[in-house]
Structure formats: structure tokens, C-alpha cells
């Protein structure tokens, strides 16, 4: 009997790319030096810390919540924000200076379910070359958790990701991990994060508006759930790593 694509994929091993995993990224590194090095010189020697304040901010923000379409727009930039790897905690906590906590909470898992049932689909479509030229190194032991874990591995690899965001999605979506594992391991999975970047974004709009009334000890409290629930899942994946690699 000829092996699956899953099978397949599970029994090549990563070791074209071990080789590549050690060495530096030094170029992207500089790049990444050369970009915070503008921002800060165009912050310190030219008017743009005069022109991004905390009274602009707040306005742009009510100006985006009184567009009428402004909900549906933000809940689809999820998907192409995806796909392009831009920062999706830099986009919810932009929706929640916009929205409020708790209708940016909302517009941000709408926006990251869609985005994550389209990533998965895509997944079901494309060509395996084309999956493995998407997911890289990162293919064979993502496939193998997510076909032998479902739900609990999507969970995981939601709250610790094992990949971009997109390329999860694809791979679930390649090796046909059920729909309702992956859906509800993504919200369960993103929840976390969605709910502590809405924290900091109802922080963040309370410190535009008047420092003296943001709460520390929320702020607190939230970092250290978090990094408690990153700690007990980052001890769970090496735990299955280490069970699948004997």
C-alpha cells in the first residue's frame, strides 16, 4: 500500500534545513537595526513625535469608529494581514484603541477565525510541493503534532506557535486535521492573547487619555497568566517532541 501524503511527509526529516536553522540571519538582522535606527532618528530629528500624540491618536481612532463600514473592514484585514505576516497584536490593539476593549475583543476573533478557516482551506487546495515550499523546515514536525494531537495540538500550537500564523493553517488544512478541531483550537488557542493585547489596549487608550487611571496591577496580573499558560504549553509540546523523536 503506497504511503499517504501525511505519512510522507511525517517520515522525510528536516535535514535539508538543519544546516540553514544555525547559521545567523545577519542580513535581516541589519535590516531590522537599519529600520529602528530611521524610526528613532526620524522620532528624535524631525516633527514626527509632535504629530503622533496621544490627542491625534485617540482621534483617529474615534474618526474610524464613526465610519460606518469600519467594523467589517478591520474583521477582513485579518486575512490578507495573515498571509503577509504583518503583526496581528499590532492590528487588534489598533481595533481595540478603536472599538473599546470588548468590541475590539469580538472584532479581533471574528477577523482571526475567518482568516484562520481561509489559511485552511488554501491548505486543502494546494499541491503538496507547493505546502512544503510554504511551510518550509517547519512541515514535518507541525504535520505529525497536529495529525496525532487535533484539538489539543491546535490549542497549543495557537497559544506557542510553531509557525507563522498562515502557514499553521495551511498545514492543518493539508493534512485534513477535522474542521472543528481546528476551528475551535484556534479560538481557544488565540483567546488568550486576544484577551491580553485587549488589556493592554484599554490600557494603552486610558494612558492617551489620562495616565493616572491605568491599572498596573491588571496589566500584571495578565502578563503572568499569560506566561504561565506560554510556560505549561511550551513544557507539553517538548514533551510530545521528545516522546515522537525516540
Avoid: C
Avoid at 518550509?136 to 484539538?151: E, P
Avoid at 511550551?234 to 515522537?244: E, S, T, V, Y
Amino acid at each position: 500500500m503506497p504511503p499517504t501524503h501525511t505519512s510522507t511527509w511525517a517520515k522525510r526529516g528536516p535535514a535539508k534545513g538543519k544546516a540553514g536553522k544555525r547559521r545567523p540571519a545577519w542580513g535581516k538582522i541589519l535590516i531590522f537595526a537599519l529600520i529602528f535606527a530611521a524610526l528613532a532618528a526620524a522620532w528624535r530629528f524631525t516633527p514626527l513625535s509632535e504629530f503622533i500624540t496621544g490627542e491625534n491618536i485617540s482621534a483617529w481612532a474615534r474618526a474610524v469608529r464613526d465610519y460606518p463600514w469600519a467594523p467589517v473592514i478591520v474583521i477582513l484585514a485579518y486575512t490578507p494581514t495573515a498571509f503577509l505576516m504583518f503583526p496581528r497584536p499590532v492590528l487588534t490593539l489598533f481595533t481595540v484603541i478603536a472599538f473599546g476593549p470588548w468590541l475590539g475583543f469580538v472584532y479581533g476573533m471574528v477577523g482571526v477565525v475567518i482568516s484562520a478557516l481561509v489559511t485552511y482551506y488554501a491548505g486543502r487546495v494546494l499541491k503538496r510541493d507547493t505546502v512544503k515550499r510554504v511551510a518550509g523546515d517547519n512541515l514535518n514536525h507541525a504535520a505529525k503534532t497536529v495529525r496525532d494531537h487535533g484539538l489539543l495540538a491546535m490549542i497549543a500550537m495557537r497559544i506557542v506557535p510553531a509557525a507563522p500564523f498562515a502557514v499553521e493553517g495551511i498545514i492543518a488544512g493539508a493534512v485534513r486535521i477535522k474542521l472543528w478541531h481546528y476551528t475551535l483550537g484556534t479560538v481557544l488557542g488565540m483567546a488568550p492573547g486576544m484577551l491580553a493585547t485587549s488589556v493592554f489596549g484599554a490600557q494603552l487608550t486610558a494612558a492617551l487619555e489620562d495616565p493616572s487611571t491605568i491599572n498596573w496591577w491588571i496589566i500584571a496580573a495578565v502578563v503572568a497568566v499569560f506566561v504561565a499558560m506560554t510556560y505549561v504549553v511550551k513544557r507539553w509540546l517538548a514533551a510530545r517532541h521528545g516522546h515522537a523523536s525516540r
